[in-house]
């Protein structure tokens, strides 16, 4: 197994920028965060042009493998193909597993968003490296979706024996929960990139699931 795939069987914390415009102290933000405890990065941004969101994506991912973590391109598969990215995060709206994993590279990884206990097993039949399950609670980045509550992370966790992360409306209070649920690991949006000191809350999330995963 490469390093790689053993730390996507390992992780504890998931940290998704949601970018509104390109903004270059995102930079700093992830090297916080990594510093902080993150294990994989995922740029992700529903507004941004593709020119914009190439230029952060190519200064991304030196900065996630200096930390030897891994790197994630949400939904944009051509520009992961022209990056250092180590992976796709898709939707389940987005290019079927069998096309994109004949257009990436050899050993690139690929997610799906899951808001069901059966979209969770066909994605684990269809080969995903793994999944996430969500949203858990309420949360702005994904509006048009229900929560899904702690019962279908409880499921997804008897079922599937793939990693999964539970992601939406996650923060310091309400992560054990989500991880005494069976999850492997927690997605976090604004708990970690919307906070004044980004190092620091990731690393209190970080801890807070190792205290119980360890």
Sequence with gaps: MNWKKKLLKNFNLYAITDLKEEDGSVIKKIDAALHGGADIIQLRSKTLLDGAFLRLAQKIAPVVR???????????????LVTQADG?????????????RKILRSG?????????????VQAEKEGHDYIGVGPVFCTPTKPGYKPVGLSLVSKVSERIRIPFVAIGGINSGNVNQVIEAGAYGVAVVRAVFAAKDVRKA?????????????
């Design 66 to 80: 200096n930390h030897r973590k891994l790197f994630f391109i949400n939904d944009r598969i051509h520009l992961m």
């Design 88 to 100: 796709i995060h898709l939707g389940q709206d987005d290019l079927p597993y069998r096309y994109a």
């Design 108 to 120: 690139s990884l690929i997610g799906r968003s899951t808001h069901s206990l059966n979209q969770a």
């Design 202 to 214: 990731s690393q209190i999330l970080t801890n807070k699931i190792k205290e119980i995963t360890c």
